[in-house]
């Protein structure tokens, strides 16, 4: 087995534990929905103020 396909395996082993088997599609862009609205309502400041 090639280093990626090790990669691929292990990866797919770990998804499967964290997340549960099968898609995760909508979990996961809840998830993200939510991290961009806390972004939106805490926006980070660049060096010279703006945003």
Partial sequence: MDPFETFLRRHAAWSEA???????TASLTRHIELEIEEVRQRPATSPNGST
Avoid at 18 to 24: D, E, I, L, S
């Fill in 18 to 24: 964290t997340f549960g088997a099968g898609r995760q």
